[in-house]
């Protein structure tokens, strides 16, 4: 062999590589995730993503749907997972505990930060906070020279005739206001029968809608069908952010918690990354930026300014007002429930 000749070689070697992707461009991995969409989903893929898929070198693939939707396809691929992470209201989560579909969590730093109560399980963690209460129209109920509602029973009053919607009792924010008439008539989980004829007699006379879709939820209020609407903290605040003068409502009865709850399937291909995609949740910039969807933080540590911290769950005084409920014993009556609401309520 010539020195020309491999020097010629030697060169054309080094081009050749150069047009070949790095090792680790070549080894990037895809992690799953199956969350929420709408507001959430936009926040996640705008302050989240980004710097966690390049100081992790991987790629999420995110798969949106509400909780149901997501327990759903967990069932589905029981045997052969796809998504490696889920993020789910807390009655779902609990849900996917009970038919073991979570891997233990490895606590990373920020998990010694959270409150007490978003310690759901080895399993699971609450990501943010939302308090269910009623959402409201302010330019509407002004030109209509209406008091703002303070309570659940408000909902009763005739003049709201076909001007308010709820979601559906296959939506969290529906089953839980359920339970609050219940709780307000005498009744409990247990006995649940003054919540059905409550909503019955009283609530669903009024519905313009039974809307568990948040978009067309916010279509409602924004074509003036609806004035106000059984919902969340966050939808709220995420439809206020449009420019709509929508507000929201923490009952005088109580607000139930909604948290928003994440956990890493267990069978996952991508369980590493799942893992430090959860402590990335917990962390303060994620904790921040769910504060822009109306998720109040869940680590002690963040801190949000007072236009941050409006119309949602902040600091450990409001975190401790809201209403839990025992989600184990829910699931075991929801199927019921929901045969019973579909005959008698949302007919």
């Known amino acids: 062999m010539s020195k020309n000749w491999a020097i010629a070689a030697a060169a054309a070697l080094i081009g050749a590589t150069a047009c070949v ?21 936009t926040i996640m893929r705008q302050k989240v993503f980004p710097d966690f898929e390049r100081s992790r070198n991987v790629r999420i693939a995110y798969v949106a749907g509400n909780s149901t939707d997501t327990l759903a396809k967990l069932q589905a691929q029981k ?26 969590l490895k606590p990373g730093p920020s998990y010694a930060n959270l409150y007490d109560v978003a310690k759901i399980s080895p399993e699971a963690v609450a990501t ?47 089953l839980q206001e ?27 006379p009024n519905m313009r809608a039974f809307e568990s879709s948040p978009g067309r939820m916010s279509e409602l209020f924004q074509s003036g069908e609806i004035v106000a609407a059984v919902w969340g903290s966050s939808r709220t605040k995420a439809l206020a952010m449009t420019g709509f003068p929508a507000k929201f409502v923490f ?21 590493a990354d799942g893992q430090a995609f959860i402590e990335t949740l917990l962390a ?27 119309g949602m769950p902040y600091g450990p005084a409001e975190i401790a007002k809201l209403v839990t409920f025992d989600w184990p014993a829910i699931n075991t009556k929801r199927d019921a429930w929901t045969k019973r609401w579909n005959r008698e309520i949302e007919r």
Request: hydrophobic residues 40%; aromatic residues 8%.
């Open 21 to 41: 992707p790095s090792l680790a461009q070549a080894q990037q991995k895809t992690l799953y995730v199956a969350a929420y969409g709408g507001s959430f989903e």
């Open 178 to 204: 359920l339970i609050m008439f219940a709780r307000i008539n005498g009744g409990d989980i247990d006995h649940i029968d003054p919540g059905f004829a409550y909503m019955k007699s009283k609530i669903a």
């Open 284 to 310: 303060p910039p994620a904790q921040v930026a769910f504060a822009e969807t109306g998720a109040g933080p869940v680590n002690k540590k963040v801190e949000l300014t007072p236009e941050q911290a409006q």
């Open 79 to 104: 045997n052969a997972p796809d998504i490696d992470v889920i993020i789910v209201d807390d009655g779902p989560m609990q849900r996917a505990l009970q038919l073991g579909f979570c891997a233990p």
């Open 128 to 174: 943010g906070a939302v308090g269910v209460g009623i959402a409201y129209n302010a330019d509407a109920f002004q030109k209509l020279g209406w008091a703002v509602p303070q309570g659940w029973t408000d909902l009763a009053d005739p003049k709201f005739k076909g001007k308010i919607a709820t979601p559906g009792i296959d939506n969290t924010y529906g």
């Open 251 to 271: 009952p005088k009865e109580g607000s139930p918690a909604l948290f928003t709850t994440a956990c890493v399937v267990k069978g996952a291909r991508n369980e």
